[in-house]
C-alpha cells in the first residue's frame, strides 16, 4: 500500500482567508472558489454558510465553489470523490492503484493556543480516501459506463467542459473527512514540516513543502495508518 498526500482548500490566494483548527484539534474545511465555467449551477459560499461556522463575507455568497474533494459528510456532497486537472498532482495519483491511500491536507488558520499547534497557521491532514479501484484517467480513455454515475457530482465532471486529468473514488467504508486534524507542520512554525513529512514521506521538508504532494512508499504508509488510528 502507497499513499499521496495533497494540498486542498480555502487559503489566503483563493477566496483570501483558510479554514480553522482549534486546540482540541476539531476545524473547518472550506474548499476553493470555483473558477471555471459549469453545465449547471454549482453550490455557493452561500449554499454552504448555514451549515459552517466560519463566517463569510457577503460579497462571496453568490461565489460558486470548487467542492473537490467530494466527502459524503460535508454539505452538498454525495460520494467520496476527487479530480484534478494539473499534471503535478494527476501525475502521481495516476500511479496509485486499488487500496492505496489517497491523503488531504490543508492549511488552516490557528484559533487558540496548545502546545501541539504552530502559531498563525499551520498544514493539516483533513481527511482521506482508501481507494476503491484504479484511477480513472478521462484523458486517455473514456469514463467507464459503470464509473459514470459515481462521479456525477464531482466538480470537474460539472465543468464544460470537463477537465479532470484523474478522478479517483474512495472506498465508502474506509474513507472520511476527520473531525480533528493531524499536523503536518510542527509547533515551532506552519513552514516547519514535522517528521510525517521528513521522515515518512519522500519530501525533504525543504522550501515550499506544504504545497508540494507529499509521497509514501509501503513502509512509510503503514507507519503513517498507525498514526492516523
Not at 474533494?69 to 470523490?81: D, G, I, S
Not at 508540494?212 to 512508499?217: A, G, S, T, V
Request: include cysteine; proline fraction near 11%.
Amino acid at each position: 500500500m502507497r499513499a499521496v498526500a495533497i494540498n486542498i482548500g480555502a487559503n489566503t490566494n483563493e477566496p483570501g482567508f483558510r479554514g480553522p483548527v482549534f486546540p482540541d484539534g476539531t476545524f473547518e474545511y472550506l474548499p476553493i472558489p470555483e473558477s471555471e465555467p459549469t453545465t449547471e449551477r454549482v453550490p455557493t459560499y452561500g449554499d454552504l454558510a448555514p451549515e459552517l461556522a466560519t463566517p463569510i463575507p457577503d460579497s462571496l455568497r453568490e461565489t460558486p465553489v470548487h467542492l473537490d474533494p467530494e466527502f459524503p459528510e460535508y454539505p452538498c456532497c454525495e460520494q467520496y470523490t476527487y479530480g484534478d486537472e494539473h499534471g503535478v498532482k494527476a501525475g502521481p495519483l495516476s500511479e496509485l492503484s486499488a487500496g492505496d491511500m489517497l491523503l488531504f491536507y490543508a492549511t488552516l488558520t490557528v484559533d487558540g493556543e496548545a502546545a501541539w499547534l504552530p502559531p498563525d497557521w499551520g498544514a493539516f491532514i483533513i481527511g482521506h480516501f482508501v481507494l476503491a479501484a484504479e484511477p480513472v484517467t478521462p484523458q486517455d480513455r473514456a469514463v467507464p459506463e459503470s464509473e459514470r454515475a459515481y462521479f456525477e457530482n464531482n466538480a470537474h465532471t460539472k465543468r464544460d467542459p470537463p477537465d479532470a486529468r484523474v478522478l479517483v473514488r474512495g472506498e465508502p467504508e474506509q474513507s472520511q473527512l476527520y473531525e480533528t486534524a493531524v499536523a503536518l507542520s510542527s509547533p515551532a512554525g506552519g513552514t516547519e514540516a514535522n517528521d510525517i513529512v521528513t521522515e515518512l514521506s519522500a519530501d525533504s521538508g525543504r522550501g515550499p513543502w506544504w504545497r508540494r504532494p507529499l509521497r509514501f512508499d509501503d513502509h512509510a504508509t503503514a507507519r503513517l495508518r498507525e498514526r492516523l488510528s
